[in-house]
């Protein structure tokens, strides 16, 4: 019966044993988290869904940068490292611009990557755009639909409230980085005065910034991506 009792309590020990020795190694638990997909793009901004299945972490978040296999001395993004799925939605991306991602995992003695995924924020050309002018003198407004082509032309058309088009204009346009440059002629080309110069700041799917006109006041325009 002693023998029996012994036995019983040994193999319940190492039971213990056992059961702890996962519990601690499972607290522990590190892999290399994963980058899934991008959810959404812009001009701008590029979501990225990843994911981990670590504990005992010090920081994770996602890395990026304009060359292969970003590490955090490049652009990083940190997480709230209690979750397990993320959405993380990088932001001030260069229009139509190739990006490496990673997500990476810090630990006490090392830091882990993802495999590298790459994504691209959207091109500008062969775009439509709602716009709207607002002249600062009378506050009177113009609503157009612009158009801006691959070989950098543009097409102007001004519109009721009702969508009725009015007038039709052709123009040039140019980016630098984020910031676009719209010349275009108004509705008295003869006059030789009548030349628009907008300029703009892209933001994810919206422009918006102020022009300049030969005989009339600076004003104020902005722009939704149709």
């Known amino acids: 019966m002693k ?14 044993f056992i059961s702890c020795s996962e519990e601690k190694l ?8 994963s980058i899934i997909n991008s959810s959404q793009k ?18 994770y978040g996602i890395c990026w940068s ?5 590490t955090i001395n ?31 995992i ?3 003695k090392d830091i882990l990557y993802s495999e590298e995924k790459v994504f691209a924020t959207l ?12 002249y600062p003198k009378n506050n009177y407004k113009i609503n157009s639909e612009v158009e801006f082509y691959e070989n950098n032309s543009t097409k102007f058309e001004e519109l009721t409230d009702n ?16 910031t676009l440059t719209y010349i275009f002629n108004g509705n008295k080309p003869e006059l030789n005065k009548c030349t628009y110069i907008y300029t703009g700041t892209l933001d994810e799917m919206t422009l918006r910034g102020t022009y300049k006109h030969v005989y009339l006041s600076p004003g104020i325009w902005n722009a939704v991506k149709l």
């Open 66 to 70: 304009l060359e292969p296999k970003p």
């Open 123 to 134: 091109p500008f050309k062969n775009t439509i755009w709602k716009m709207l002018t607002i």
């Open 74 to 104: 490049d652009y990083t993004f940190i997480e709230d490292k209690s979750k397990k799925n993320y959405i993380t939605k990088i932001e001030g991306l260069l229009v139509n611009t190739t990006y490496y991602f990673r997500s990476f």
């Open 42 to 59: 812009t001009f701008t901004s590029i979501k990225i869904n990843s994911k981990h299945n670590s504990n005992n972490l010090i920081e």
């Open 3 to 16: 023998k029996l009792t012994l036995l019983a309590l040994l193999f319940f020990s190492i039971q213990i």
């Open 106 to 108: 810090k630990t006490q």
């Open 26 to 33: 499972n607290l522990n638990f590190i892999e290399k988290p």
């Open 163 to 178: 969508g009725v088009r009015l007038y039709k204009t052709y123009g040039t346009w140019s980016l630098n980085g984020n």
